[in-house]
């Protein structure tokens, strides 16, 4: 039976305090280069504890009751520098630099070389994911364009050139994952929203060539970045009814925290909309009907039958009591608007 108004997180999830040092993590900006000094765990432990957190993390988000799982990210430095890092063509030991949306300076892996995927980076995540729910399961990758943008071109003639060979390694990855058993693959985009003239210049062109040929129900995210560094919010978004004309089925988008105009989903009514309805700047949960009053905002612009209910963002930056908290919160408040479409 197709569930109404399926509930999923964005991607992470709050990993624990004995696995990850949080206040390390949480007092710079997300690391873009290798940041190995952040494990509390011993290298020779570490894939062991990695495994047992993303076993909790399932195990979190089933207790909540949430339709589609995730592995909470729990081996990630940052949504991106896992892959990104570990492609051809980058000088990981001699980082460059480049802006972060934020607008100040940030260690980037350095580009010396052609970009190419030497081998699957995430496809055991995804195994290890698959054989511990019987739930849907999402796994999420970066980006072309976003990792073009978080890196210092010292080899390609321009940057599309760049972006459009890191969106090659993603549709290895991608192919290579939903052959390990993912229901669902999402490519984390931000920096479509923070850099909008370049995302139209090559953007949507590069997201599909990472999605060529790909099997299987993808999603694109796009945000306004991490509510804990970045905490303005602007009305809108900069760049969204473009992805109209992407190949993927699924567009991830935050409404909480900047109260989104949802009527801008009317321009992607070839989509199923990720509706965030969780303000991730604060602390305080939700209550279920503010999560409810979340989601009818939108139902005006978009069919229930195209909507999945998720935070804006990824929870890793929260308390792990808050981030369940609020996941709960969220799947309490669907569950209010399931049975007032019922009826």
Same mark, same amino acid.
Not at 135 to 154: S, W, Y
């Given at each position: 039976? &197709?569930?109404? =108004?399926?509930?999923?997180?964005?991607?992470?999830?709050?990993?624990?305090?004995?696995?990850?040092?949080?206040?390390?993590?949480?007092?710079?900006?997300?690391?873009?280069?290798?940041?190995?000094?952040?494990?509390?765990?011993?290298?020779? /432990?570490?894939?062991?504890?990695?495994?047992?957190?993303?076993? +909790?993390?399932?195990?979190?988000?089933?207790?909540?009751?949430?339709?589609?799982?995730?592995?909470?990210?729990?081996?990630?430095?940052?949504?991106?520098?896992?892959?990104? &890092?570990?492609?051809?063509?980058?000088?990981?030991?001699?980082?460059?630099?480049?802006?972060?949306?934020?607008?100040?300076?940030?260690?980037?892996?350095? *580009?010396?070389?052609?970009?190419?995927?030497? %081998?699957?980076?995430?496809?055991?995540?995804?195994?290890?994911?698959?054989? +511990?729910?019987?739930?849907? @399961?999402?796994?999420?990758?970066?980006?072309?364009?976003?990792?073009?943008?978080?890196?210092?071109?010292? /080899?390609?003639?321009?940057?599309? !050139?760049?972006?459009?060979?890191?969106?090659?390694?993603?549709?290895?990855?991608?192919?290579?994952?939903?052959?390990?058993?993912?229901?669902?693959?999402?490519?984390?985009?931000?920096?479509?929203?923070?850099?909008?003239?370049?995302?139209?210049?090559?953007?949507?062109?590069?997201?599909?060539?990472?999605?060529?040929?790909?099997?299987?129900?993808?999603? *694109?995210?796009?945000?306004?970045?991490?509510? +804990?560094?970045? %905490? !303005?919010?602007?009305?809108?978004?900069?760049? =969204?009814?473009? =992805?109209?004309?992407?190949?993927?089925?699924?567009?991830?988008?935050?409404?909480?925290?900047?109260?989104?105009?949802?009527?801008?989903?009317?321009?992607?009514?070839?989509?199923?909309?990720?509706?965030?309805? =969780?303000?991730?700047? &604060?602390?305080?949960?939700?209550?279920?009907?503010?999560?409810?009053?979340?989601?009818?905002?939108?139902?005006? +612009?978009?069919?229930?039958?195209?909507?999945? @209910?998720?935070?804006?963002?990824?929870?890793?930056?929260?308390?792990?009591? *808050?981030?369940?908290?609020?996941?709960?919160?969220?799947?309490?408040? &669907?569950? @209010?608007?399931?049975?007032?479409?019922?009826?």
């Amino acid at each position: 039976m &197709t569930i109404l =108004l399926p509930t999923s997180l964005v991607g992470s999830y709050a990993q624990p305090d004995w696995l990850i040092d949080r206040q390390k993590l949480a007092g710079r900006f997300p690391p873009r280069v290798r940041a190995l000094e952040l494990w509390r765990v011993a290298p020779e /432990f570490l894939e062991q504890a990695q495994d047992d957190a993303t076993i +909790h993390a399932i195990r979190e988000q089933e207790r909540a009751g949430l339709d589609i799982i995730t592995d909470g990210e729990m081996r990630r430095e940052s949504y991106s520098n896992r892959f990104a &890092t570990a492609l051809d063509g980058v000088d990981i030991d001699n980082p460059g630099t480049a802006l972060d949306r934020s607008g100040h300076p940030n260690p980037v892996p350095r *580009v010396v070389g052609k970009i190419s995927r030497r %081998h699957s980076v995430q496809v055991r995540d995804v195994e290890f994911l698959r054989a +511990h729910t019987d739930r849907k @399961i999402k796994i999420t990758v970066p980006g072309p364009f976003t990792m073009a943008q978080q890196a210092q071109n010292d /080899f390609y003639e321009t940057d599309e !050139e760049m972006a459009y060979d890191y969106a090659a390694a993603v549709n290895l990855e991608i192919k290579d994952m939903f052959a390990a058993g993912a229901d669902i693959v999402q490519i984390d985009e931000p920096y479509m929203q923070a850099r909008p003239e370049k995302a139209r210049e090559y953007g949507v062109k590069t997201l599909n060539r990472a999605l060529e040929g790909v099997e299987g129900q993808t999603a *694109v995210h796009i945000c306004f970045g991490y509510a +804990h560094v970045i %905490h !303005e919010r602007p009305a809108g978004y900069s760049f =969204l009814p473009e =992805l109209s004309a992407c190949c993927a089925n699924q567009i991830s988008i935050e409404t909480a925290q900047s109260s989104l105009d949802c009527s801008v989903l009317e321009k992607l009514e070839n989509k199923t909309i990720i509706l965030g309805v =969780l303000d991730l700047s &604060t602390n305080e949960v939700e209550t279920p009907e503010v999560v409810a009053a979340r989601i009818r905002r939108a139902l005006p +612009h978009v069919s229930p039958e195209r909507v999945i @209910i998720a935070p804006d963002c990824g929870l890793k930056y929260l308390p792990r009591e *808050v981030a369940f908290g609020k996941m709960k919160a969220m799947v309490d408040g &669907t569950r @209010i608007v399931r049975e007032e479409l019922s009826a």
